[in-house]
Structure formats: structure tokens, C-alpha cells
């Protein structure tokens, strides 16, 4: 449980496997982490440590540039549960990764702000305002 590396873009993956985790329907977590300008963690206005993560959805369809998941909030744990909040839900790798590129949060706050403005997959035209 904790980060590793091995993500296919060189960074580092948090993961946790299901019976350590709370907050994600019976489900483990690995995913790629995202950054803040300094270190891996992002700290919350308490002072606790958060991994901000994407984790791929698990439907067959997301593949290639079509990468659904969710962004998530991972508690920094050590030998406990792993407490994770659903940040984004249903959302385009491409619009997550693009998100936390441009607006290099530094704070868990933050990175919760940058990930609910990452529309959900399959909303981009709209947002566009090309119809609907």
C-alpha cells in the first residue's frame, strides 16, 4: 500500500488494495499521481497529506484516448485505512491530466477545485456550446 513507481509516463502510482480502503465502494486504488509544484502531497487546510490520483475506470471502453476514471483524493496512510474522496467522477484522462497541468494546484483544496471543473466524459460538446 503507498506510492510506487511504475506509471507508463514515468511518474509515481499511489495504490491501496480494497480491504484498506474507505470511501470507494469496496474498491482498491491505483492510480497515477498528480503533483503539486513541490514533492507528491497535497496538504489540506487541517495540515493531513493527500494523494490526488487518477484512477482509470475499469469499463472496456476506456482505452487509448478515450481514458474514462476518477480523480481522487488518498489519504497518506501508514498501517491504516486509506480514506478516499471522489474528486471527479467519469472523467477524460486527457481533460484531468490537462486541468492539473494548467492550473498547478498546491494545496488539496485546490487540487478539489481544479478536478470539478473537468467536465464529465461525454459532456465536451456541450461545453463547448456546440449544442444541446
Not at 475506470?57 to 474522496?85: F, K, M, Q, T, W
Request: aromatic share 10%; glycine share 14%.
Amino acid at each position: 500500500m503507498g506510492p510506487h513507481q511504475g506509471d507508463t509516463d514515468g511518474g509515481v502510482r499511489f495504490a491501496a488494495p480494497p480491504d484498506s480502503v474507505e470511501g470507494y465502494g469496496g474498491r482498491g486504488v491505483d492510480g497515477a499521481a498528480y503533483r503539486p509544484p513541490e514533492g507528491y502531497l497535497f496538504r489540506d487546510n487541517a495540515g493531513d497529506t493527500w494523494w490526488i490520483i487518477f484512477q482509470v475506470s475499469s469499463d472496456p471502453a476506456s482505452h487509448g484516448p478515450n481514458v474514462r476514471g476518477d480523480v481522487l483524493g488518498c489519504s497518506e496512510s501508514y498501517e491504516e485505512l486509506v480514506h478516499v474522496r471522489v474528486l471527479a467522477a467519469d472523467v477524460l484522462r486527457v481533460d484531468a491530466d490537462a486541468a492539473f497541468r494548467q492550473k498547478l494546484p498546491s494545496s488539496y483544496e485546490e487540487a478539489a477545485n481544479v478536478a470539478a471543473g473537468i467536465p464529465r466524459a461525454g459532456t465536451q460538446f456541450r461545453r463547448e456550446g456546440g449544442g444541446a
